[in-house]
């Protein structure tokens, strides 16, 4: 991820970040033309959505779905696998 300097557009640098959250952190930044510039400025970045769920992950989310439906709503998917 590339970020540009608001004030000048040079290249900033995150020099630290700390988390907020566990899919959102705070980004510590500053202007790499610290003689001319010398901005620093603070983001908040953070994770929308999992496009695509990890390998591992996908059949524990699969079977909570389904543990979650309703009875009949269950047994009819269920039925509908079995065939």
Do not use: W
């Not at 524990?60 to 009949?72: A, E, H, Y």
Request: hydrophobic fraction near 25%; charged fraction near 25%; proline fraction near 4%.
């Amino acid at each position: 991820m590339r970020i540009n300097c608001e004030s000048c557009g040079s290249r900033l640098t995150i020099r630290t970040s700390r988390e907020i959250t566990k899919t959102t952190r705070e980004l510590y930044c500053s202007c790499s033309n610290a003689e001319q510039c010398g901005a620093t400025y603070s983001y908040t970045v953070s994770r929308n959505n999992i496009i695509t769920p990890p390998r591992g992950k996908l059949v524990s989310i699969v079977v909570d779905f389904i543990n979650n439906l309703p009875d009949k709503e269950r047994s009819d998917l269920i039925h509908k696998l079995s065939r």
